[in-house]
């Protein structure tokens, strides 16, 4: 009995077709460049907005997935239009915009996964860096991007300076900007990295989640996207429910002493005046580090010699330059 039965199992072994013992890689089963993932629910209003400016950027090396959590408006007659642009539609009660998010990247068959919001601009050249670099750097798991920010009229840049290590530390999360409008997830890395967490600091907690499990993340100068910000956006509308989230990723992940001296940061980045004391107090300092010689006393400078006095001139001048003007902020290197 046992030769017949291990001779059945060595005959079904043999039946195997070779090309499915070839060994291959998780990459290797991508059948889309970009997998852009729309999540949405009950903003119809928004969505024709949506679809017009996807003709910008998606080819027909991409797709599109839609994630709707159970609209009850015309959400689904406003999609229909747009039919041939759409390849995966869901509609079914979800928990939160993550977790939306989650169910488009199970569905995705792109190399990369790319989150789409209904109410932010994507510049299509700074896309095409992005995945540029990811392909240029296959060691980076998840990307995040440059690009602006605009509230009540207001508009600033989302950027980190040349020589900034963003990545090497969980603290680099909580001491620059960032937001999960600039993502560029690798799916392969999934099995890594895992899906985001279901919070209201969903995109901040993905990134520190990324790094604690061993993941490369890694903030790149490359203007992608433009976040118009409103009543109706989380860290608006649930600021304080937001903020909690915040302090509760940052007690977790980092040490002691850093989780007091951001909830100290945070106390005064909520109000205006003691925010733009403090800028103003850091770049002076800066300065000041770069140039100490600006610490001289005028009364003591009219006693230095004609040769060094010019040396301090300069260096004067230098350090007004390189704190007020940049070159070239969306050069597109690694920060």
Known sequence: MCRVDTQIVIDRRAQVPEELIKPTRLSDHSTKRVSFVLTTMNRASRLDEVFEAAGTYLTPDDEFIVID???????????????????????????????????????????????????????????????????????VDLLLCGGTKEREGVIWDVWLPPGTRYGESLEDVFRYTGTGVGFVIRRCSLPLIGLVATGLASDKDYVLQAQSRGGTVRFCRINL????????????????????????????????????RYRVMRFIQVRPKLWMAYKHFKRNLEVVRKNPFLLIPRSVKTLIPGRAKSVLRRNENNAQVTNNEISDRWDGGFS
């Open 225 to 260: 996207f433009h976040h118009r910000m409103h009543a109706g956006s989380v860290s608006v509308s649930q600021s304080s429910g937001w903020e909690a989230d915040n302090f509760r990723l940052a007690k977790l992940y980092t040490s002691r002493s850093f989780y007091y």
């Open 69 to 139: 959590g159970n609209s009850t408006d015309h959400t689904g007659e406003v999609l229909s239009k747009y039919s041939d642009r759409i390849s995966v539609f869901v509609s079914e009660p979800d928990v939160s915009a993550a977790h939306a998010l989650n169910k488009g990247m199970l569905l995705a068959t792109g190399k990369y996964i790319r989150p789409v919001c209904d109410d932010d601009i994507l510049h299509p050249k700074g896309l095409e860096q992005a995945i540029q670099v990811m392909e240029d750097n296959p060691e």
